[in-house]
């Protein structure tokens, strides 16, 4: 089976298709970030007209590029949420009308659930059960997986994500938009021990996180500093580290308490170096592995959704004829394939 994938959830338009026998056999993405910039954050309604103008003209490149018809696909899969609601329902409402069109089934996808089970895109796949610390966008969570559908969450941020966290501060200190990646290149300019910042809630039991307390230590610490190039470089450094130790501690504590060691870290926060070195040498200390989608997969995309639509499918799940779109969708939800 040939599934289309859409993903629409927020600044990036994506599509991918992938083949339940070849595996991925194609994708293309178009980013946002010049048009948001000038903002310095998204603009939902912006969001979504571009989605509008580009989804369309990625689908019909890709199956050209793929030497596909639409008459090849198997089934459809979207993007249903979480995410901005206008740019899901651009997403959806093409989906849905493409397998209405073409009497195809389809899915809507979890967001979360495509970040998740993304390393299973490499040809070095995690087996179940393990760990996933999910940082993207607005979530920052530790999940135990036992398998596609079977969730349990373990931790989740309590207040600010560590994704938004990043691009605070990074904007605090002038940086440009998306401010994430632009706050660790900042970072390696950094002296270590100039500053340090608190490693939030890891002097108390429990999984959960909270970063807004960090982005405000930054924001008095750059209030307090020389404001120069190289102390913005140190702050950055410094913020990084303590946000990076944070993360490692608690998936520590949560391979300790579900006694697995096998970990997935997936989203953008997740093509962070010094996340990924950082947890290499806590995996290798305790015997286990850790893994990772490869850098173009951390960030929103089309790949995840047709991987995780075309497993549903292939497990004899499908939608209604209807649009859906749901800007808030806990992760905990979702079924094993075909499980209603």
């Known amino acids: 089976m040939v599934v289309l994938g859409i993903e629409t959830s927020c600044d990036e338009s994506a599509v991918a298709l992938y083949d339940s026998e070849r595996g991925l056999l194609g994708h293309r993405l178009y980013s946002q970030i010049a048009l948001h910039a000038q903002y310095g954050g998204v603009v939902p309604e912006l969001a979504s007209r571009d989605h509008v103008r580009k989804t369309l003209p990625l689908i019909k490149d890709l199956l050209n590029e793929c030497g596909l018809d639409l008459e090849q696909l198997g089934g459809l899969a979207y993007t249903a949420g979480p995410g901005l609601v206008g740019a899901l329902l651009v ?159 608690k998936c520590k504590r949560a391979l300790k308490q579900t006694g697995l060691n096998t970990m997935v870290i997936a989203g953008g926060v997740g093509a962070n170096q010094l996340l990924r070195e950082s947890l290499d040498v806590l995996m290798q200390s305790l015997g286990g592995r850790v893994y990772y989608p490869r850098p173009e997969f951390c960030t929103d995309n089309g790949a995840m959704i047709a991987h995780v639509g075309c497993l549903r499918l292939m497990g004899g799940e499908q939608d209604e004829p209807i649009i859906r779109a749901r800007p808030r969708w806990p992760l905990v939800e979702l079924s094993p394939p075909g499980v209603s």
């Open 91 to 249: 997403g959806a409402s093409i989906g849905r009308a493409l397998a209405w069109a073409l009497g195809l089934p389809a899915v809507p996808v979890h967001h979360m659930e495509g970040h998740l089970l993304a390393p299973m895109l490499e040809p070095d796949k995690p087996a179940f059960p393990f760990i996933a610390l999910l940082v993207s966008g607005g979530h920052s969570q530790l999940v135990q997986v036992e398998g596609v559908g079977q969730y349990t969450l373990l931790g989740d941020t309590l207040d600010d994500a560590v994704g938004e966290a990043f691009d605070k501060t990074a904007k605090l200190l002038g940086l440009p938009y998306p401010g994430g990646p632009a706050l660790a290149e900042l970072a390696l300019q950094g002296k270590p021990g100039r500053y340090r910042f608190p490693r939030p809630m890891t002097d108390r039991p429990g999984l959960d996180f909270s970063f807004s307390g960090i982005k405000t230590f930054a924001i008095t610490t750059w209030r307090d500093s020389p404001q120069d190039e190289q102390a913005k470089a140190d702050i950055a450094h410094a913020f990084q580290l303590a946000v990076v130790e944070t993360l490692v501690i």
